[in-house]
């Protein structure tokens, strides 16, 4: 009896020495954090910022952000799933697409519930400003959709991709509105914000922090956000519901950081520490802040449970719709 206590004790012990080198010694080579949206755009500037906090905070570790933008994020997506579960690459997305994505497309290669393991969320609750070019003869919700229901043939809306939230924002508001627009998808935000300052597409819910220098600059409008309540970065400035599209319901977006499946558990319980950590410096948190963000401090099993959430939730609201990214 002694004897099995004693191999016993052995193989425990055992156990724990293979399990600490996953996370005691990480890192010691370059990480590569792929971003699903193009440099420059708020994901990315949110991203950089906190990773750069974060390479200063795990021994001074080579970081490489690699932009992957486009197709709804399945190329970033899936590059992540197929890397090794070892924390050297890591995806850096926004919600709904990652969420969104497998219901619009029916060949996704990759299931965001089997093949990706949250790590923690850079920021939460982003606001989106319903926009127009600044020559629209729009000056509110009512006039947009006055004009839309008299050129029907004529109104569309931008997006910064497939499955975006500028995509399901879109759709929920013709649907809610009564109105018919063309999706016209773009690579990203900023290409999004481009299309309406140059006057090619009628509307676009916009990330507010990203359109907001913009706006105060008068090179594009802002009629409404698109949340439930009013964004402290215009408080004057009613929200969809308010100008008369009652049914509307609100779309934010979250930046979440993700690892390939099978990543181990204390690697990942690591590195959420520390990127919360990150996001509660001053300089992150007031950059969040201009982006219509705040930081949050979910533990990985609770940013589970909100991606698991969000993915069932958008399934049924996209049959709803009816509408498809093929």
């Known amino acids: 009896m002694r004897r099995a206590i004693i191999l016993l004790c052995s193989f425990v012990a055992s156990l724990a020495l293979i399990a ?6 990480y890192p010691d080579k370059t990480v590569t954090v792929v971003v699903s949206g193009p440099a420059g755009g708020p994901l990315d500037a949110v991203t950089r910022l906190v990773f750069d906090k974060l390479r200063e905070r795990l021994h001074d570790a080579p970081v490489v952000i690699e932009n992957k933008p486009g197709a709804g994020g399945i190329l970033a997506v899936t590059s992540v799933t197929r890397a090794q579960p070892d924390g050297y690459a890591l995806l850096s997305t926004i919600d709904p697409p990652i969420v969104a994505t497998p219901s619009l497309v ?3 290669p990759y299931d965001p519930l089997k093949d990706l393991v949250p790590v923690a969320m850079l920021g939460d609750g982003g606001d989106n400003l319903l926009i127009v070019p600044a020559d629209s003869p729009a000056k509110s919700v009512q006039d947009l959709v006055a004009w839309m229901r008299a050129h029907p043939d004529q109104a569309n809306f931008s997006s910064s991709g497939n499955g975006g939230p500028g995509h399901l924002l879109g759709e929920l508001f013709n649907r809610e509105a009564g109105t018919k627009a063309l999706h016209i998808p773009h690579k990203g935000a900023p290409e999004q914000l481009n299309a309406l300052l140059a006057g090619r597409v009628t509307f676009g819910f916009v990330p507010a922090g990203l359109a907001l220098p913009q706006v105060k600059a008068g090179k594009v409008r802002a009629l409404a956000v698109a949340s439930a309540e009013r964004t402290p970065l215009l408080p004057d400035l009613p929200t969809v519901a308010e100008s008369g599209v009652k049914g509307f319901r609100p779309v934010h977006w979250w930046i979440i950081v993700f690892a390939p499946a ?4 204390d690697l990942v319980q690591q590195l959420n520490r520390e990127i919360v950590a990150a996001t509660q410096t001053p300089r992150v948190a007031e950059l969040l802040r201009k982006q219509g963000l705040h930081p949050s401090s979910d533990a990985p099993e609770k ?5 698991q959430h969000d993915v069932h939730y958008w399934s049924r609201v996209i049959r709803e719709l009816g509408i498809h990214a093929d």
């Open 262 to 265: 099978k990543t181990p558990k």
């Open 106 to 108: 029916s060949s996704v």
């Open 303 to 307: 940013v589970a449970e909100r991606v």
């Open 20 to 25: 600490v080198p996953a996370s005691a010694d």
